[in-house]
């Protein structure tokens, strides 16, 4: 069973940088949309982000657009989460998921998925 293991979170100063990855351990991503939470499975209405399986199209929640940029990277295997200019309030657990059933072209952050990785810690502190 395909399982996200999202990675490159740390312990920043406000205005840096991280950039998240989140390759499977049991399977082949680009079949996938991809989603960015920060709160654990179970938890609605933390989604802030995804990616179309295709990487036509990406989505980001207020809070996250013009800082926070996702892509897909086919021959790694893995999906990216480029954040930049980080500011406290965006400390936080980051965790990926993953889910088949948008087909090619479409996702929505709004909605839990089905696949989920252990989570990443993010600090964002002077």
């Known amino acids: 069973q395909l399982e996200p293991v999202e990675s490159g979170g740390g312990s920043v100063q406000p205005g840096g940088s991280l950039r998240l990855s989140c390759p499977p351990s049991?399977?082949?991503?680009?079949?996938?949309?991809v989603g960015w939470f920060r709160q654990p499975p179970g938890k609605e209405g933390a989604g802030f982000s995804c990616?179309?399986?295709?990487?036509?199209?990406?989505y980001y929640a207020d809070f996250a657009k013009g800082r926070f940029t996702s892509s897909r990277d086919n021959t790694k295997n893995t999906v990216f989460l480029q954040m930049n200019s980080l500011k406290p309030e965006d400390t936080d657990e980051y965790y990926c998921?993953?889910?088949?059933?948008?087909?090619?072209?479409?996702?929505?952050?709004?909605?839990?998925?089905?696949?989920w990785g252990k989570g990443t810690l993010v600090t964002v502190s002077s």
């Open positions: 990616i179309t399986s295709s990487g036509s199209s990406t």
């Open positions: 998921s993953a889910e088949l059933g948008y087909g090619n072209n479409y996702c929505d952050y709004r909605y839990g998925m089905n696949h």
């Open positions: 049991g399977g082949i991503l680009d079949a996938y949309a």
